[in-house]
T-cell receptor, first 112, second 111 residues
Framework: GNSVTQMEGPVTLSEEAFLTINCTYT??????LFWYVQYPGEGLQLLLK?????DKGSNKGFEATYRKETTSFHLEKGSVQVSDSAVYFC???????????FGAGTQVVVTP | DTAVSQTPKYLVTQMGNDKSIKCEQN?????MYWYKQDSKKFLKIMFS???????INETVPNRFSPKSPDKAHLNLHINSLELGDSAVYFC??????????FGPGTRLTVL
């Protein structure tokens, strides 16, 4: 079956540091890949997505590249802010009905 | 304007009770979903409806019954609540194969 594996958190870093959250997946076929962010007390927001190999999704300074050869979709940001503190979820979708398979989430804590 | 809304935001109830959570989306999407997020933040899909028709029904106890009166609404009714049902329940909607939009969540606490 399909699965998504994310690095465990919490990830604690200082403001302006470089952030990487690893995400690898197992799927049959060619899934679409997503990163969602959940701020404290809120629902999930779509951060970025990529629908085919070598696609790069980007938004709000975050980037992730769909790597088919390594089945990965790592999230990166060059300079984090305190406001980036949240839980980040990697997800894949591989069926026509849009069912999302989520990773376990990675909590990121950015300190001033 | 709220895209996906849920009511109530918080729900505290006793074991054995029956409760409902409502979801509405004003995005004109055809597909709606219910997800459950446990205390460790793990998210799992429960149900999905497309144009009022059930299309995804994961392994969920039959105490959970979704109802979609129209394509803008997807409600979740839970019978005989158990302690393990305590979680945050998220509604979401999507159109075609674009990203899903999530509601703010309903935190259910069963005592």
């Amino acid at each position: 079956g399909n699965s998504v594996t994310q690095m465990e958190g919490p990830v604690t870093l200082s403001e302006e540091a470089f952030l990487t959250i690893n995400c690898t997946y197992t799927a049959t076929g060619y899934p679409s890949l997503f990163w969602y962010v959940q701020y404290p007390g809120e629902g999930l927001q779509l951060l970025l997505k990529a629908t085919k190999a070598d696609d790069k999704g980007s938004n709000k300074g975050f980037e992730a590249t769909y790597r088919k050869e390594t089945t990965s979709f790592h999230l990166e940001k060059g300079s984090v802010q305190v406001s980036d503190s949240a839980v980040y979820f990697c997800a894949l979708r591989d069926d026509s009905w849009g069912k999302l398979q989520f990773g376990a989430g990675t909590q990121v804590v950015v300190t001033p | 304007d709220t895209a996906v809304s849920q009511t109530p935001k918080y729900l505290v109830t006793q074991m054995g009770n029956d409760k409902s959570i409502k979801c509405e989306q004003n995005l004109g999407h055809d597909t709606m979903y219910w997800y459950k997020q446990d205390s460790k933040k793990f998210l799992k899909i429960m149900f999905s409806y497309n144009n009022k028709e059930l299309i995804i029904n994961e392994t969920v106890p039959n105490r959970f019954s979704p109802k979609s009166p129209d394509k803008a609404h997807l409600n979740l009714h839970i019978n005989s609540l158990e302690l393990g049902d305590s979680a945050v329940y998220f509604c979401a909607s999507s159109q075609d194969l674009r990203g899903q939009f999530f509601g703010p969540g309903t935190r259910l606490t069963v005592l």
